[in-house]
């Protein structure tokens, strides 16, 4: 019995095989996009793991000079002698361009074991095989096919190792980058007690670990960011799984009812629809993991330079097949089919077994429902609103957006019907009429469809606006703050000093400026020492300043902090900043810093002078007149033998600004179109699905006057009008995310918060889009009813149906 | 000569061949006259009403209603007639479920542009519906949507009547009802009616009788 019952249910399939299709697509792309997502983040983290194994991550306190140079063997000797626990490292670049890598040489006895790499902890390197006299460098195998330097000691390849850096022995790295002295020491947290603290025993810069800004913290939002878009790739991939999965039960619910009348149990019935399920769910996730796999190798590239760009995080461009991910992957197609044929397999078992077999009039969804559907979404809007008000962290932000178009997804139909209904008061012709009460009654259908679009439109419009806001904003930025039109970075006091005197003779100004790694307010800040000029005082771009800010700095009475220390301290004009102990200062402007992590504070370049006296004033900002920058780095160049990328043009530096920029939205915006071509099908397949349907609904209008064609026409129109109405929601919607992405979200992930701007340009491409993605939808269709033969009509009036 | 049928044939085209349907049939329909089709299942009745409302086209002989060749007919023609000159009656009654029964009554009389408010509201009187206006076709008895689509097919007051077993899904005493009302109301236009029916007391209630047996018409 279970297998004939098996075979009338699957018979369904193999007679509406475009069902079927859509329903795999549907499962498989909501699958592929977000175990895309979930491959890249994975990838992305795994990164981060291998950084974290190298102590260029600062996870480690250490000593080094203030200027950046080696620090002296006598200074090492000194402190171990004192009992310091202290461990050299001799770092350095070797290679140029693509080939480049970071030697990284410690010595493995004496080094804090946190500071090793796992192979050396976990045995599976002894430390001997490190310190042999031929030397061995310990590097990724993507970092290992790309060095193409002559005469480098034997290569291990090892999993866990960062990409671009060489893991060895201080012996080796010293040997390799011919320098004696350590770049630093790190200093290990277990120090012996009795001892003064390190910091009164040595002149070096002592640098704590940075806790609280390591990689992965940072990159998080970025992380979270391209989940939520995945969430909601998903979730509108579910749409189209969700309708076809409803549509296929109700058209089915003759044969259900047979069955059961036939004697199939209940519980049967409902296990060979959950198996039916099952198998389409792991058919689907099959198709979801390898077009998945495609996405996100697609993809990676772009994320990898966006990370690097944003937070200098390396990230392998190349994606590693990790059988957890495809395992994971399957699981969210199994839940995802799951999770959407609940509802269908619920009403299965409820459903009376001598249930009118006839659909019903195709979900109309009743009275009682919408009143539901409109209470929910209210209360969707309520939360919204309170999170935004009330909300103070990154998943608020992220709750708040999603109860934000969850809401707007489900005032659509309630929204839909209530415009429907007013315009067919307000229809003169009986035509027009027909078309707005005919659509009204179709809108329950059609609603997870225009829903998938809703979100997908209000999606695109949220993010554009924030990426255009950013653009326009971050654009004007740049153009205040980069006013200077050389910077020149001088590797040393001497080339400062021979840098200094060609710019006085061939510039307008010099401004020097310098800076110093500090805590503000317990976290990691820089303190940064100008010299005023009317440059800054004119465009320096302040998003709040006290009259004769800069006047007040330059006099060492005030300081001038970024937006990202004054939001994350609370900090607001007039407040004192302290700066270092017994050492405190009056705000007296906060400006936006852009792209930038970490807090900032600015003093004046005499005050800085005094506070750092072992800092050198290495970089200058240069007026020069016109477009004579580039010709005056290269004579800087040529008298003074600096290298010519540490005279950066401000035009290289914008452009460089602006590459990052875009390279960070690319991904964003791949994912939006992708989202929006999954709610394009969704269209299509409610469509498709729905065409049989129609007919009956046609035909009588047909049988009594209109034509195939005119009745095509009036179905298009139809789609276009559904498809313009729910631009015209997800428009609000759109704006909404938007305003939650820059006011909440931004602020918690970043620190900034930016002007909204709305570019009208871009609705109107994004309703050409809609209004292109229902014709799509609706062609074939209309099509095929203009082509309908009458006698497939004239069924429909005979007992033949 | 309001209706006039010549020497029609109709057949399609199945995977086992042609198969006639209708075999050289014909008749004529003046004003006023009433006309019973009659015939078994699968006859050919149903068939030859489509015909004449211009829904399909017959594989040969002519239609002409009121001097008009529906077989030539375009699309558009055929349309214009249906809306304007032809009122048709379906065994399931297909009134459109998403309009209420006031919008269902004077939806073909307003695509004719033939609105008359008094002629809508005698016929909501007549066929008792004056108090159900304002519901939609799911909330009415069977008996009570065939009177709707009685009314619907009279409201543009066409010259012919076309009823396809409009009493098939009811039960005897609303049939009785319902044919009483149409007969009534198709005296009272004075148009033409045109009825299928297997029932032959329905059709002994008409002027004239005629039997479709095997695609072949006899008196």
Redesign the interface.
Known sequence: MTSAALSALLGHWRKHPGQALALILGLAMATALWSGVQAINSEARASYDRAANVMGQNQIARLASHDGQPIALADFVTLRRAGYLVSPVIEGRIGNGPSAFRVVGIDPLTAPLEALPTPITDGRIAFGDLATSDGLLLMSPETATRVTTEGLPQIREIDEIANGIAITDIATAAELLGQENPSYLLVRSDQPQGLPPITDQSLLRYLEPELTSDISRLTDSFHLNLTAFGLLAFVVGLFIVHATIGLAFEQRRATFRTLRAIGLPLNRLVALLAGEMILVALLAGGMGIIIGYLIAAALLPSVAGSLRGLYGAQVSGELAFDPVWALSAMAIALLGAGFASAQALNRVRLMPILAPAQPR?WAMASARAQTIQTGLALVLFGLSAGLAIFGSSLITGFACLAALLIGAALALPVVGGAVLSGLGHLAR???A??AL??T??QLPGLSLALMALLLALAANIGVSTMVGSFRATFTGWLDQRLAAELYVNARNETEAALVLGFLEDHADAVLPYASADTRLGGLPAEIYGYSNNDIYRDNWPFLDALPNAWESVESGEAVLINEQLARRQGFSLGDELRLSAGWSLPISGIYSDYGNPSGQAIIGLDSFKARYPDVPILRFAVRVEGDSATALAAALSEATGLPPENAINQVEVKQLSLRIFEQTFLVTGALNVLTLGVAGFAMLTSMLTLTSMRLM?L????????????LAWFELARIIGLAFFTFVLALPTGLGLAWILLSIVNVEAFGWKLPMLVFPMEWLRLLGLAVLAALISAAWPALRLSRTP??S??KL???ER | MLLSAQDVNKSFSTSEGDVVVLNDASLSLDRGQTLALTGESGSGKSTFLHLIAGLDRPSSGKISLNGQDLSQAKDRDLARMRREEIGLIFQQFNLIPSLTLAQNLAFQARLAGKQDEAWLDHLADTLGLSDLLGRYPEQLSGGQQQRVAIGRALAAKPGLILADEPTGNLDEENAQRVMELLLALVADSGAALLLVTHSTDLAKRLSRRLHLSHGRLAA
């Open positions: 009039a012709s009986a035509m009429q027909w009460a005919d009204r009654q609904q035909a009588p209008v047909w049988a009594l006057g209109q034509t195939r064609a005119t009458p006698n009509l004239l009036f005979t007992n």
